[in-house]
Nanobody, 128 residues
């Protein structure tokens, strides 16, 4: 089965930036092609929130209103990696960030229930 691992979290001051990576691996012959990728986050006491996703079929992207203009999702299928560039971090961005994947020909969505492959998460903490 496909596996995902996130990298790049850490402690950042408000206004700072981070770039998260999501590296996919799998059995022989695995490819990230045909998989949509989503980034989600979960803060203590809150539900899992979709922040960004990117489709494989046409490269379309979608963002939550709270992050649009600050977050940018991208992918490099040749490297089996997806990215989330996060700029102008705010304290309310603090959360565990997860990447997720779904094999589909449809455009991506920001609903966590629609994804069936998940990474372990990486902690992002925004604090002075």
């Amino acid at each position: 089965q496909l596996q995902l691992v996130e990298f790049g979290g850490g402690l950042v001051q408000p206004g700072g930036s981070l770039k998260l990576s999501c590296v996919a691996s799998g059995p022989s012959g695995f490819t990230l092609d045909y998989h949509n990728i989503g980034w989600f986050r979960q803060a203590p006491g809150k539900g899992r929130e979709g922040v960004a996703c990117i489709s494989d079929s046409d490269g379309s992207t979608f963002y939550a209103d709270s992050v649009r203009g600050r977050f940018t999702i991208s992918r490099d299928n040749a490297k089996n990696t997806a990215y989330l560039q996060i700029n102008n971090l705010k304290p309310e961005d603090s959360a565990v960030y997860y990447c997720a994947a779904l094999w589909t020909f449809r455009q991506c969505v920001l609903s966590h229930s629609r994804y069936d492959i998940w990474g372990q998460g990486t902690q992002v903490t925004v604090s002075s």
